[in-house]
């Protein structure tokens, strides 16, 4: 029986192919976006989950009090470490102090490559238990040794043992390979950690013993659990550590920040990795879920048609209905029958979607800047599979089953079966949810593309042209650093270079222990500094609203600071130029000049208070160079370097301009708005499919009234109206119910940013516009098509 | 005259020939003539009477309907001009089934841009003439055919047509009901209206003043 329903449904296809074709090709777009995102969905929640350890890894977190915002990071003291090990062992099978992993440049003998890694204790190996090829695990004990993953280790020696051979790190650092891992799974915090070297090494040799205490926040700690213990009772046992430790020890200044060390947990670092106000309050998971409602929407639009084009097909089916039930279906077989029928599309659709899937998969991860795999080999998958064409099979097929199998065989044998006013009802509701979440999507998308391009316009205050910046990766720079400039600016196509401990495009260093005259006694105050060498200001162009820049001729202006309109206002100062500033016991500072606002940290927050001092030697990080604006680029480029090279032998030349610097602000928005649009885009595509037809289906069914009122005179454009009308209210209907949704929704989006734009009813305006235009020129085909027929053509069938 | 073709052709190309649905027709039609139109089934009467109502072309020939030349006319004018004076009365009768019986009989008013109040009062007149006035608010399928025919015949006189082109507008009735529309047809006549039928009952096209035979899509 089975098998005779799929050859009727079969023929059926057959018979009406350009339907089936819309029909099925929309089902697959619809599946494809949903497989998507599927994926990705998945990829974002199984994180880390490769890690056996996961449910009990965590990070140490510290949350402090700036200005009575409750500011939270991972940013550890190292001696953080030593303490949780010694005063709360019980509860830890590891805890391991680690810096950031950053590219370094790694050299063995003429080889040099750079690769990302890290400096950590020992237990990390047993924390994320990586998988040994040789070595052993607790090879890291030895303060000289390196463990290289896979990769790193195929890369440095290709073929040749790599075990025992000599690695250098940075240029200086010499360690022997002690051990080869598999290389971390991509999808996870540590994917990118390709050698983990002993922290011990790096705190050796940057003599950290001797300069860093409580106060300096310059490291991160990960700690495993002990089996039975858990993440909020060990939590609250230690949350005072810090605070504790610096109230009995050597930088009381800090207390004023109240820190607080807390857990937070392996499970949660990729989702939820937002804090407010020292509470934990979501992250990335929001996105997570925004997408997956998206995915589920788009599947539903795609099944709408689906229904949509059944139900109207009803008519015509109706007689078979009414044939089959005269020669003894009962109704539940007639179920089944066309249930089937649903069942074969939807399993062509989902074959047709796996091909979209592989062919859009490139571009997909692009725009997510993930790496999907399809998991072709675990049975599991197949399983969702399966599931998800007997789901979409059943969301679209049952109504139009439900409804069809219930024509009563009389009625629609005699032909006075009227033409079901409920289903066309039901149709029109199901077109309007259709067009209100494209219009919704279309809105969202234009409301994201404006917020970017408002905060790209955002004037920076400083010139960013022909502006870059070299990391300063060996002392060789720093310790020469005036003759060095000298040279580059020996060449014509160099307009200025000054060094500085951060960039201008992320001065995200803060301090505290200031004081100055009229300073409120409880303001824990915080501002953000940058230190640089002379001429910075001049180079990036910032301008001086009062008082003066760095200059040679002051000796004293190595006690001065130049500070921002922020800064002056934050400080509560009527004329700041001439104040002097007290900074820990570092020295008395006087201001000098009051600069205009410059954004020099996330475009899209307000501008922070801003320190700014001259200095030289330690921490200055990098070399600004401005090239002339009328010199040749690539000129410059091989100056910089033939001089870079003379100071630096050993480092590779690697530079990057401002411009590029800066545009990484935008690139977690331009992708949400790109995948934004992309599916807005394919909402609106399969919303149109299904008015194309629809409206197919009623220019059909209109035909014969059609005929009759063109041969009493009606026009075609009259005739274009009438059958274009029905459908513009319905998208006008839409446009009602997505306006309100749309500006809810991206109100509350936009107040993430506190540089935003004000959602103006123009981004409406175009939103309806577009979908109106869109619906007329699909409708109007057909419309149009079924008016300019011959009338006597639709009359004679009768 | 009312209306005169000369040497009508219409053909139709099938597998690379010509196939000839009307062969040199030579017809004059005054005002107030009432005219059958007979012959065996595919001979060309439906054929004959789209071109005379100007829903269909023709290959060759010439179609003067008064005065003007209908072979050299635009597509538009064409349309304005069968919408002033033709009205159709069709077998299947044809009516919107969405539309009640008041709304369909409107239809043409709408076309024809005609004022509310006066198109109010043309219904009424027809619907008064024709005595389905209590019947104007049901829709086509609560009629009988007899029923449904008298709407399709007042349907194509409320625009006031100098012709009148039915094809077997009585196909689809009993005698009874042939008869009266036959009836009704007779009396427009003597009104006035130029009437041309195509019939296949020799009873039937006793009621026309002239007879017009075809045979493969020639006049014989
Ligand atoms: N567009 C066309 N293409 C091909 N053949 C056509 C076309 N239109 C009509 N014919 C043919 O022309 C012939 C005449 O058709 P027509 O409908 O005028 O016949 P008729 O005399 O009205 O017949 P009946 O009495 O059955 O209504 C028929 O053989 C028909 O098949
Ligand atoms: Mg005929």
Redesign the pocket.
């Known amino acids: 029986m089975f098998k005779t329903y799929l050859k009727a449904a079969w023929r059926n296809m057959l018979e009406k192919k350009g339907e089936s074709i819309l029909n099925i090709g929309g089902l697959a777009i619809g599946m494809a976006a949903a497989l998507l995102i599927g994926m990705w969905v998945v990829s974002e929640l199984s994180f880390n989950k490769e890690f056996e350890n996961y449910d009990r890894i965590a990070q140490v977190m510290q949350s402090q009090t700036f200005g009575g915002e409750i500011s939270t990071n991972t940013f550890q003291p190292m001696q953080l470490a030593p303490v949780l090990r010694d005063t709360y062992g019980d509860y830890f099978k590891q805890v391991v102090t680690g810096s950031f992993t950053n590219a370094m440049l790694l050299t063995v003998g003429k080889k040099k490559v750079s690769r990302t890694g890290n400096f950590m204790e020992p237990g990390i190996t047993e924390m994320l238990s990586l998988k040994m090829m040789q070595g052993r695990r607790d090879a890291l004990n030895d303060p000289g040794s390196i463990l290289l993953s896979e990769t790193t280790a195929n890369t440095l020696f290709g073929n040749a043992d790599p075990m025992g051979k000599v690695v250098k790190i940075g240029t200086t650092m010499e360690t022997q390979v002690a051990g080869i891992y598999e290389d971390i799974p991509e999808n996870s915090e540590f994917g990118n950690l390709t050698f983990i070297a002993p922290w011990e090494l790096l705190k050796i040799t940057a003599n950290f013993e001797e300069r860093v205490g409580w106060g300096n926040n310059w490291f991160q700690t990960y700690v495993q659990l002990e089996d039975g213990a858990d993440f909020s009772t060990v939590s609250n046992l230690i949350k005072d550590v810090k605070y504790n430790n610096i109230k009995n020890g050597d930088d009381p200044s800090s207390i004023r920040t109240k820190p607080v060390i807390h857990l937070h947990p392996m499970e949660k670092w990729h989702l939820y990795s937002k804090f407010e106000n020292g509470v934990n309050t979501g992250g990335l998971i929001e996105r997570v879920w925004l997408f997956g409602i998206i995915g589920v929407f788009i599947l539903l639009l795609a099944c709408i048609n689906f229904m949509n084009l059944s139900t109207a097909k009803s008519v015509k089916r109706a007689k078979e209905v009414g044939i089959r039930k005269t020669i003894g279906s009962v109704k539940g077989q007639l179920i089944t029958q066309f249930l089937s029928e649903a069942l074969l599309l939807v399993t062509m659709a989902f074959a047709i979607s796996f091909v979209l899937v592989l062919l859009a998969r490139p571009f997909f991860n692009e725009l997510t800047g993930k790496a999907l795999v399809i998991p072709w080999s675990t049975p599991l998958f197949w399983v969702v599979c399966v599931c998800f064409v007997l789901t979409t099979a059943i969301i679209s097929g049952s109504y139009p089953a439900f409804y069809l199998s219930s024509f009563e065989p009389a009625k629609v044998l005699k032909g006075t079966f009227n033409r079901g006013q409920g289903a066309s009802r039901l149709r029109k509701g199901l077109v309007v949810f259709q067009f209100s979440i494209s219009i919704v999507l279309i809105i969202g998308t234009i409301t994201i593309f404006s917020q970017i391009e408002y905060v790209k316009e955002r004037p920076v205050g400083y010139d960013r042209e022909q502006l870059l910046y070299v990391p300063i990766t060996t002392s060789g720079l720093i310790t020469h650093f005036d003759t060095l400039r000298d040279e580059l600016l020996e060449s014509s196509d160099i307009a200025e270079v000054a060094a500085s401990d951060v960039l201008v495009t992320g001065t995200f260093t803060t301090n505290g222990g200031f004081d100055w005259k009229g300073k409120d006694p409880n303001m824990s105050e915080q501002f953000n500094t940058l230190r640089a060498t002379h001429g910075y200001g001049e180079m990036i162009d910032w301008e001086i609203k009062e008082g003066r820049n760095f200059s040679k001729e002051f000796k004293s202006d190595s006690l001065a600071f130049i500070v921002n309109e922020t800064a002056v206002k934050y400080m509560g100062l009527e004329n700041p130029v001439g104040e002097y500033v007290q900074w820990g016991d570092i020295g008395n500072f006087k201001i000098i000049g009051v600069i205009k606002d410059m954004v020099t940290q996330s475009p899209y927050d307000e501008v922070r208070p801003m320190l700014f001092t001259l200095h030289y030697g330690d921490f200055l990080n990098f070399i600004n160079i401005k090239i002339g604006n009328d010199s040749n680029t690539k000129d410059a480029l091989a100056h910089i370097e033939s001089v870079l090279q003379k100071y630096d032998p050993e480092s590779l030349f690697t530079y990057t301009f401002f411009d590029e610097e800066y545009a990484r602000n935008f690139i977690n928005e331009e992708r949400m708005a790109k995948l934004a649009s992309f599916f807005s885009l394919l909402a609106i595509l399969i919303s149109c499919l299904g008015i194309f037809g629809l409206s197919a289906f009623v220019a059909e069914q209109r035909s014969k009234e059609i005929g009759i009122r063109k041969v009493l005179g009606a026009s075609v454009l009259g005739l274009w109206k009438m059958l274009s009308k029905d459908f513009i209210l319905l998208v006008a209907l839409s446009s009602c119910i997505a306006v309100p949704l749309g500006y809810h929704y991206m109100n509350e989006w936009v107040q993430e940013y506190s540089y935003r734009i004000a959602i103006s009813w123009w981004i409406f305006a175009i939103a309806i516009l577009g979908a109106l235009v869109i619906t007329l020129l699909t409708v109007s085909f057909q419309a149009f098509k079924a008016a300019v027929i011959n009338p006597i053509k639709s009359l004679r069938t009768e | 005259m009312l209306l005169e073709l000369n040497n009508i052709f219409k053909w139709?190309q099938?597998g690379g020939q010509r196939?000839f649905?009307l062969k040199d027709i030579n017809l004059k039609v005054a005002e107030g003539e009432f005219i059958s139109v007979m012959?065996p089934?595919?001979?060309?009467?439906?054929?004959l009477l789209n071109v005379i109502g100007m829903l269909d072309g023709f290959n060759e020939g010439e179609y003067h309907f008064m005065d003007e030349s209908v072979h050299t006319l635009r597509e538009k004018h064409r349309a304005e001009l069968y919408k002033q004076y033709i009205g159709f009365v069709f077998q299947a009768y044809h009516l919107i089934d969405e539309l009640t019986v008041y709304e369909n009989l409107e239809m043409p008013l709408l076309y024809k841009k005609i004022k509310g109040s006066e198109r109010k009062a043309m219904v009424a007149d027809m619907l008064d003439r024709f005595n389905i006035v209590g019947k104007k608010d049901l829709f086509p399928t609560q009629l009988s055919g007899g029923q449904q025919q008298l709407v399709g015949v007042a349907r194509a006189l409320i625009s006031k047509p100098k012709l009148i082109l039915a094809d077997e507008p009585t196909g689809n009735l009993n005698s009874k009901q042939g008869q009266d529309i036959m009836e009704l047809f007779k009396q427009l006549n003597n009104e006035g209206v130029t009437i041309i039928q195509?019939t296949h009952s020799e009873k039937n096209a006793e009621y026309g003043s002239r007879i017009i035979q075809l045979l493969d899509g020639r006049k014989v």
Do not use: A, C, E
């Open positions: 139709v099938q196939v649905l012959g089934s595919g001979s060309g009467k439906s054929t195509v």
